[in-house]
């Protein structure tokens, strides 16, 4: 074969008629001539080292051409038998397709199949012996003279429903899910799951590694070796299976539990499986059992689909993967082959081969609607094709010379040879030869310099995601050449690189959204709404260095670039925030002008980002917990700083873990022990410190009173022994000391922050702390007596800021004796009255700031105040009319004063003063409107200023050196 085909790349069918005409003279019912042919095939391939690689390479092709001749009336038989294939015949069907030089047999498949099924007996006797699967496998050794418990049971081939009790099927589970993800240590292969080897089920099970499909189909052999019927789902974006666990429930729905192989057996209710794919809509048949040839289907789905892609990157340039998919997919899909047809032909015409078959196939599709001039551009395509093939004469090699003129020697090699470069490892094919090298040492030299044009698409990934290089030098790479382009446009590089610029930035895209989002476009969106950031940014203090604060009205820029875009969508909120936020973050006394503007920029932006979010918790009263509330103070007073909630419960988790740890030292029988080991029933390995699943909302303790009382006692010992939490006496009414990011830096708070805080970490434990909104302090309430008859008595108060000190309703009276204290001093304050109670704080500390000139801006009241009118519906004329006040005393914000003024007018007592406030305002802006905008002045020549050139300029915000 290599003298006839060493000028062609590929080879076609016709190509390789030698062996259908041999074939063709036996029938493989009665002889073995096939399997002689294929084994010798083998043998050549299975010569080790780099010898004989030109029958390797040409074996390589004959075999895959014989085995699929010989598969392919087998595979046609399943579409006249749906019987014939089952799962585990789909699972063999697309192993021995996609790798016809490995000896893949059905039979060997099913014993490895049933040593899982066999190991999972063994476990299931020692914790179950009298399950009654035993009795079944001792009925079916009457016969014998020994009885082996562990041989599987002779079960029919298809079972219509399960052989066992719900509670014996469910213990079965847990054994399979012992033996597959403990024993065996099967796992999902997240890090490489596009690797085609996950979709083979032999590989599977040598690397103990797959996809969702190929773990849920090995699944659901072994259970019904054991008698348990689980049926794959073709869900979308993930694959199920599902095991009918209540039989006696009326709506279909609810009769099954969904099992996702992929995570370790994990069980799911139908509603967590529709929040896997949160993004899509799952329709009624989502959940409808996907037969063998529709799971076969999706498997080469699959695989066409990661064909195509190794092909666009270079990673299979011969397009081995994909040819093959298709080509078995056009056997076993006879309703919607247009589309893989039409695959089928562009690849054979890549490739130059098949011109027949392509004429065929695209003779059929030539009247379909819609795409007729496609076909013919390829029929054209194909027909220039076979006429060049049928005028080209066949290459004729190069002659060797006689031995005298070759003086290194004889020669070694033939045309049509495959060799491995000793020294440079190319592989390469002989097309000829000359009798002298004509070639100067300089160009031998420089043929053999490997350049970054050779190197594999793998280590060229490799190279372009290194941290040195960033995404300017993606596209500089990308621009070099058509193939860097087609390396450097892979989305998971780009995304790297997102990364990598904008790694605070990067933490807010969800990750279940990352497959989906085109991260280039977002790397070039973020670079343009920097870009137009900074220059609106740089153009301010031309325009406002007359002003000491601005108004809503002179931020209007950056609201009319938001209202195009839709922040449930797009990001572009997150890269307006993201570049204030970085020109913030330049270090030393440098840009103070940029950052002046930018601190006053992102208050406006972050306070209209949040302001939706805030008054929907007006709305529903449950979006707003106590966590909740904390944050959101936080977020609003703090709005140069990323806090997140998604971050502050990560360190209310490290807490409550940290108890957990203690917990467990001290009292080890604890239930919520118990409770954590139910909740990780599926799982391989069982974590004690990991927290129980709790729903959101609690109405009572999940524990008795002792068993809180022991978690209550842990809570106090890693707070204030461990972590040294502490009320902060000293500096009380610092206002760090009301939000909740700097109370978990600092460790410092006070009694509201830090009864927040405890009552949060409680709650992942299963203990509810209730805040109360105590006169002159805060206070946390925990049913410690429900058995008592008095409201009063049934609680116990404890003080978060004295170290969790616990007291009775009387002590804690005692703290205020010089205030009557009222029933309703003990009722408990729900989130948004807690949220007011801060703002109230801050409210209070920003004016004594403001009055003693530590905050002459009023940054801090002015902003508890916007937010308390926000979430304060009931009681705002008090705090409308002092940011009103506020307001005028900066000269900002007219029209809003006039606005809010105009609600408090007819309100009796005071309309004296609105009238007063209102006059000035309106003093004010008619003093706005008239007023000129003032020229800078002008620069001098430099001659005017003997000290040499001026550095500043106006509006500038400078800090003297000396």
């Known amino acids: 074969m290599s003298e006839k085909f060493f000028s062609k790349t590929e080879l076609s069918t016709a190509d390789l008629h030698w062996f259908d005409d041999f074939l063709l003279q036996y029938n493989p019912a009665r002889s073995f001539e096939h399997l002689y042919v294929t084994d010798e095939l083998s043998s050549i391939l299975s010569i080790e080292g780099m010898s004989k690689l030109t029958s390797k390479h040409y074996a390589d092709k004959c075999i895959t051409h014989v085995k699929h001749q010989i598969l392919k009336p087998k595979f046609l038989s399943y579409l006249e038998d749906d019987i014939a294939l089952s799962y585990e015949a789909a699972l063999v069907m697309v192993a021995q397709w996609s790798q016809p030089a490995l000896d893949i047999s059905s039979k060997n498949v099913a014993k490895r199949l049933d040593r899982l099924a066999?190991?999972?007996?063994?476990?299931?006797?020692?914790?179950?012996?009298?399950?009654?699967?035993?009795?079944?496998?001792?009925?079916?050794?009457?016969?014998?003279?020994?009885?082996?418990?562990?041989?599987?049971?002779?079960?029919?081939?298809?079972?219509?429903?399960?052989?066992?009790?719900?509670?014996?099927?469910?213990?079965?589970?847990?054994?399979?899910?012992?033996?597959?993800?403990?024993?065996?240590?099967?796992?999902?292969?997240?890090?490489?799951?596009?690797?085609?080897?996950?979709?083979?089920?032999?590989?599977?099970?040598?690397?103990?590694?797959?996809?969702?499909?190929?773990?849920?189909?090995?699944?659901?052999?072994?259970?019904?070796?054991?008698?348990?019927?689980?049926?794959?789902?073709?869900?979308?974006?993930?694959?199920?299976?599902?095991?009918?666990?209540?039989?006696?429930?009326?709506?279909?729905?609810?009769?099954?539990?969904?099992?996702?192989?992929?995570?370790?057996?994990?069980?799911?209710?139908?509603?967590?499986?529709?929040?896997?794919?949160?993004?899509?809509?799952?329709?009624?048949?989502?959940?409808?059992?996907?037969?063998?040839?529709?799971?076969?289907?999706?498997?080469?789905?699959?695989?066409?689909?990661?064909?195509?892609?190794?092909?666009?990157?270079?990673?299979?340039?011969?397009?081995?993967?994909?040819?093959?998919?298709?080509?078995?997919?056009?056997?076993?899909?006879?309703?919607?082959?247009?589309?893989?047809?039409?695959?089928?032909?562009?690849?054979?015409?890549?490739?130059?081969?098949?011109?027949?078959?392509?004429?065929?196939?695209?003779?059929?599709?030539?009247?379909?609607?819609?795409?007729?001039?496609?076909?013919?551009?390829?029929?054209?395509?194909?027909?220039?094709?076979?006429?060049?093939?049928?005028?080209?004469?066949?290459?004729?090699?190069?002659?060797?010379?006689?031995?005298?003129?070759?003086?290194?020697?004889?020669?070694?090699?033939?045309?049509?040879?495959?060799?491995?470069?000793?020294?440079?490892?190319?592989?390469?094919?002989?097309?000829?030869?000359?009798?002298?090298?004509?070639?100067?040492?300089?160009?031998?030299?420089?043929?053999?310099?490997?350049?970054?044009?050779?190197?594999?698409?793998?280590?060229?990934?490799?190279?372009?995601?290194?941290?040195?290089?960033?995404?300017?030098?993606?596209?500089?790479?990308?621009?070099?050449?058509?193939?860097?382009?087609?390396?450097?446009?892979?989305?998971?590089?780009?995304?790297?690189?997102?990364?990598?610029?904008?790694?605070?930035?990067?933490?807010?895209?969800?990750?279940?959204?990352?497959?989906?989002?085109?991260?280039?476009?977002?790397?070039?969106?973020?670079?343009?709404?920097?870009?137009?950031?900074?220059?609106?940014?740089?153009?301010?203090?031309?325009?406002?260095?007359?002003?000491?604060?601005?108004?809503?009205?002179?931020?209007?820029?950056?609201?009319?670039?938001?209202?195009?875009?839709?922040?449930?969508?797009?990001?572009?909120?997150?890269?307006?925030?993201?570049?204030?936020?970085?020109?913030?973050?330049?270090?030393?006394?440098?840009?103070?002008?940029?950052?002046?503007?930018?601190?006053?920029?992102?208050?406006?932006?972050?306070?209209?980002?949040?302001?939706?979010?805030?008054?929907?918790?007006?709305?529903?009263?449950?979006?707003?917990?106590?966590?909740?509330?904390?944050?959101?103070?936080?977020?609003?007073?703090?709005?140069?700083?990323?806090?997140?909630?998604?971050?502050?419960?990560?360190?209310?988790?490290?807490?409550?873990?940290?108890?957990?740890?203690?917990?467990?030292?001290?009292?080890?029988?604890?239930?919520?022990?118990?409770?954590i080991i139910e909740d990780q029933l599926n799982s391989t390995k069982v974590c004690l410190t990991k927290l129980p699943e709790l729903p959101k909302q609690l109405s009572t303790n999940l524990w008795s009173t002792q068993e809180c009382k022991q978690i209550l006692s842990s809570v106090n010992h890693v707070l204030y022994s461990v972590e040294e939490f502490i009320g902060n006496s000293e500096d009380y009414y610092n206002p760090e000391n009301s939000y909740i990011n700097r109370t978990m830096e600092t460790k410092q708070g006070i009694p509201i922050t830090l009864c927040l805080l405890y009552t949060c970490v409680l709650a992942r434990l299963g203990v509810i702390c209730l805040p109360v909104n105590f006169p002159g302090h805060f206070l946390l309430k925990w049913m410690e007596h429900p058995e008592k008859n008095e409201e009063a008595k049934k609680f116990t108060f404890i003080d978060a800021f004295e170290g969790g000190r616990q007291l009775s309703g009387a002590q804690a009276r005692e703290m205020v004796p010089h205030l009557v204290t009222q029933e309703d001093s003990y009722q408990v304050a729900e989130p948004l009255a807690v949220a007011q109670r801060m703002l109230r704080n801050l409210i209070s500390i920003g004016a004594s700031r403001s009055n003693n000139m530590k905050d002459p801006c009023y940054g801090l009241l002015r902003s508890s105040l916007e937010l308390m009118l926000i979430i304060n519906i009931s009681d705002n004329m008090q705090y409308g009319f002092m940011l009103s006040r506020v307001y005028l005393q900066l000269n900002i914000n007219h029209e809003e004063v006039m606005s809010m003024l105009q609600e408090f007018r007819d309100l009796p007592g005071i309309s004296d003063q609105v009238d007063y406030l209102m006059n000035s305002c309106q003093i004010q802006m008619e003093e706005r409107d008239r007023e000129e905008k003032p020229e800078p002045k002008k620069r001098g020549v430099a001659a005017s200023f003997p000290h040499g050139p001026v550095n500043f300029w106006t509006g500038q915000v400078c800090r003297h050196k000396k």
């Open 118 to 675: 066999t190991s999972t007996l063994s476990h299931l006797l020692e914790l179950y012996p009298k399950h009654t699967i035993f009795s079944r496998i001792i009925e079916d050794q009457l016969n014998s003279t020994k009885v082996c418990l562990t041989k599987l049971p002779e079960l029919p081939k298809q079972l219509s429903t399960n052989l066992w009790s719900t509670q014996e099927c469910k213990q079965i589970l847990s054994s399979v899910n012992h033996v597959l993800y403990s024993v065996e240590e099967f796992i999902g292969n997240s890090e490489d799951y596009y690797n085609p080897e996950n979709s083979y089920i032999n590989r599977t099970m040598e690397t103990k590694q797959g996809i969702p499909i190929t773990l849920c189909l090995l699944y659901t052999c072994v259970l019904a070796r054991l008698g348990v019927i689980c049926l794959p789902v073709n869900f979308p974006g993930h694959f199920l299976l599902k095991w009918m666990e209540h039989p006696e429930k009326n709506e279909e729905a609810k009769k099954f539990t969904f099992i996702d192989a992929f995570e370790g057996g994990r069980q799911l209710s139908g509603a967590q499986a529709r929040e896997m794919v949160p993004h899509l809509v799952t329709q009624e048949d989502s959940y409808q059992v996907a037969e063998p040839l529709a799971v076969a289907q999706r498997m080469l789905r699959n695989l066409i689909s990661i064909g195509a892609s190794r092909s666009n990157n270079m990673k299979d340039p011969c397009y081995g993967l994909l040819r093959s998919s298709l080509e078995l997919m056009l056997i076993i899909n006879i309703s919607d082959n247009m589309q893989y047809g039409f695959m089928l032909s562009r690849v054979y015409l890549q490739l130059n081969i098949n011109h027949e078959e392509v004429m065929s196939m695209l003779q059929e599709f030539r009247d379909l609607p819609g795409i007729s001039d496609q076909v013919d551009y390829l029929m054209n395509s194909c027909q220039i094709q076979m006429e060049e093939r049928d005028r080209e004469e066949k290459p004729e090699p190069k002659k060797r010379g006689v031995a005298a003129s070759f003086p290194h020697g004889p020669v070694n090699f033939w045309t049509g040879q495959v060799c491995r470069h000793k020294k440079f490892f190319y592989v390469c094919l002989v097309h000829g030869w000359d009798t002298a090298c004509t070639a100067s040492k300089k160009q031998t030299d420089d043929k053999f310099k490997m350049t970054m044009e050779s190197f594999p698409t793998e280590i060229l990934e490799e190279i372009i995601r290194d941290e040195a290089l960033g995404y300017q030098d993606l596209v500089h790479f990308s621009t070099a050449c058509r193939r860097f382009k087609e390396v450097g446009n892979s989305n998971e590089t780009w995304m790297f690189k997102f990364r990598l610029a904008f790694p605070g930035l990067f933490d807010h895209f969800p990750p279940a959204k990352f497959g989906q989002i085109c991260w280039k476009q977002e790397v070039r969106k973020r670079i343009e709404v920097g870009k137009a950031v900074r220059k609106e940014v740089s153009s301010m203090s031309e325009k406002f260095f007359s002003k000491t604060e601005l108004s809503t009205a002179d931020l209007h820029w950056f609201d009319d670039f938001l209202l195009q875009y839709n922040p449930a969508r797009s990001f572009e909120h997150l890269y307006v925030t993201d570049e204030l936020s970085s020109i913030l973050s330049i270090e030393g006394m440098s840009k103070l002008t940029s950052k002046h503007y930018a601190d006053k920029c992102i208050t406006h932006v972050k306070h209209q980002i949040l302001k939706p979010k805030f008054l929907s918790y007006l709305e529903d009263d449950i979006a707003l917990s106590y966590e909740a509330a904390l944050v959101m103070v936080a977020q609003w007073s703090q709005p140069a700083l990323d806090i997140s909630s998604k971050n502050v419960a990560k360190r209310l988790d490290r807490l409550a873990t940290s108890t957990l740890s203690h917990l467990l030292e001290l009292y080890p029988k604890h239930t919520i022990f118990s409770r």
